[in-house]
Structures are given as C-alpha cells and as structure tokens.
C-alpha cells in the first residue's frame, strides 16, 4: 500500500476548507477514514469523555502483522497461521491551523496552539492524542499521534518543558494555550520548543512513523508494565516537588486550623459575618440575582434578599 497517511479523502474540498462549525465533525471524519484504509476498525463513542474515537485493529500477537496491513478481512496471521488478536485504542483529536509567530519566528515556524487539561491524562496505555494540522501546507495535512506513554516519556525527557507544561495555574484549570508545538517551514517537520539555538525533532510522531507507534504491541502485552511506570511519570510531573514545597508551606498552616477543636465555632461566626456584610453593603440587583441564583442551593442563603 502506498498512499500517504493521511490522506485527504474528500475528492471535492480541501480539509481548511471547512469552517468553525463544521470543523471538528469533517476533521473527526478525515481521521477515521485514514485509520479505515489502514486495517482499523473506528467507533464513535455514544457520550464525550474527552475520547473522540475508538479505534481496533486484528493483528499478529506475535508482532508479524505490519503497521499498514488492511486485517479487516483476515482471522489468521499471513506469516505464522496465528489468530489474530484485536487491539484497542482510545483516541482524543485535537484539530488546529497552523498561525503565524510574531518576532523572530515569523516566516521561520508556524505553531499549532492546543489545550490539554490535567483530566485529559488517563494513565492507561491505551489512550492516544492525535493533533491533526488541516492546513499543514496548502495540499498536505499532517497528524501527529502520540500514544500518552511517548507525551511522558517526552516530558520526563526534557524535563524543564514538562516542568512549564504540567506545573502551570493554567494547566490545572485547562485553559493555558501551549504555542511550543511547531512547524518548521523550511525543513517541513515538526519540532518542539524552537529557540534561536534549538529546536526538539517530533518526526517520530508525524503520520506514518505515529502510527507504527501505536501499533506497538508493547502497549497491550505488558500494559501492566507501562501503566505503572506512566503513573509514576504522571505524580512526578504533576507534583514537581520545587514549585510543590512553595504551595505546601501556604496552605499548611490553613488545614492546620481546621483541625483544632474550635474551627467548626470559628467558621459559623465568620460565615455570618460574611452574610451580614452581603446585606448591608452589596446593590440591590446583585443581591437580588444571587438570592435567585446558584447561591440558591446553599440553605443558609434562602432568605438572602429579604
Ligand atoms: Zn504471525
């Protein structure tokens, strides 16, 4: 088999054709047909759990099936006569255009801006990102599929970035931007963090190569193995014990207080204190729309407005 993965498989429409609204539907599509051409089967799950597809290949269980073998048909392996065995992927598409830098890296580097929050990262071996670039260059789109044991391995790696990336305020509350993820224009491959001196090579990850990633029966045959190792990474990464120590000396003190015998007296006297400045010195309308609102369910505040 020699087409592209992937490639685009709509005749009639270029993939950065497709607008806001319909964006993710056609981009969600694109990739389950690329998956389609290579053996997978793809499901679509019913609910949002943050998974987009889920994807099954039958393959070899001892490893004869290749990365691009279309199984679909198939019950034995070609080569050793063996069942097949199906594999599962669980798969959450981020879809991006490419947008320009401003300063230095303008005509050197396009980035691709995404957001992963701290509950995008299940610690099951299975579980994959896929960022897909719909306008990689004007007739090419590029995918980047990163089983979440690689993300780790990545940020355990070089482990300043993962500092900034999992540490952030913003990455527990899933709205940080991270603008590191590149394309460099005249080498056309995809890079991590550019600076004026370096920049981290991702081919690994781009189209085919990610897909010979995910097909590693290593992710199934020793899941154990590589789920605890990935939850490891995960504790390390998300309580780097530097920036940990600072937030722990603060908020020490404070559960040390709820602790002591009289905290239950000590909280109702300040909640009402906390009420009675409510009344008296908030306008009326904000009173009004809090005494309807989700303040609501709190029973101490039922008569708020009164
Ligand atoms: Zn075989």
């Known amino acids: 088999m020699a087409i592209r993965f992937p490639t685009n498989p709509y005749e009639d429409v270029l993939p950065s054709e497709f607008n806001k609204s319909n964006k993710k539907h056609a981009s969600e ?19 949002d759990t943050g998974i987009d597809r889920i994807i099954q290949k039958k393959v070899c269980p001892d490893g004869h099936t290749e990365y691009n073998d279309d199984t679909r048909q198939k019950k034995q392996c070609s080569k050793c006569s063996k069942d097949l065995m199906k594999i599962t992927r669980f798969v959450q598409i981020k879809t991006r255009e ?27 071996p299975r579980y994959v990102f896929l960022l897909y670039s719909d306008n990689t260059t004007k007739e090419d789109q590029d ?21 900034s990336f999992f540490s952030t305020t913003s990455f527990r509350q899933g709205n940080g931007k ?53 939850t490891e990474q995960k504790l390390a990464l998300y309580f780097d014990p530097v920036k940990w120590n600072k937030n722990v000396k603060m908020v020490q003190p404070i559960l040390d207080g709820r602790l002591k015998k009289d905290y239950p007296e000590k ?40």
């Open 29 to 47: 599509f694109f990739i389950a047909e690329n998956f389609k051409q290579y053996g997978w089967f793809v499901y679509e799950p019913f609910t």
């Open 98 to 124: 490419l947008k320009d830098h401003d300063g230095w890296k303008k005509d050197k580097y396009k980035y691709f801006g995404f957001t992963l929050s701290s509950a995008d990262f299940k610690t099951d």
């Open 143 to 163: 995918v980047l599929i990163i089983p979440i044991s690689d993300f780790f391995d990545f940020f355990t790696k070089h482990k300043s970035l993962g500092q």
């Open 178 to 230: 991270i603008n590191d993820l590149n394309y460099n224009l005249s080498t056309k491959s995809w890079v991590y963090h550019p600076t004026t001196k370096s920049e981290i090579n991702l081919d690994d990850f781009v189209n085919e190569s990610g897909l010979k990633k995910i097909s590693d029966l290593r992710l199934d045959n020793e899941k154990q193995t590589v789920q605890e190792k990935l």
């Open 267 to 306: 909280l109702k006297i300040q909640r009402e204190k906390q009420l009675k400045s409510f009344k008296e010195e908030l306008p009326k309308e904000l009173k009004t729309s809090i005494a309807q609102g989700y303040l609501i369910k709190f029973k101490e505040l039922r008569d708020f407005a009164n």
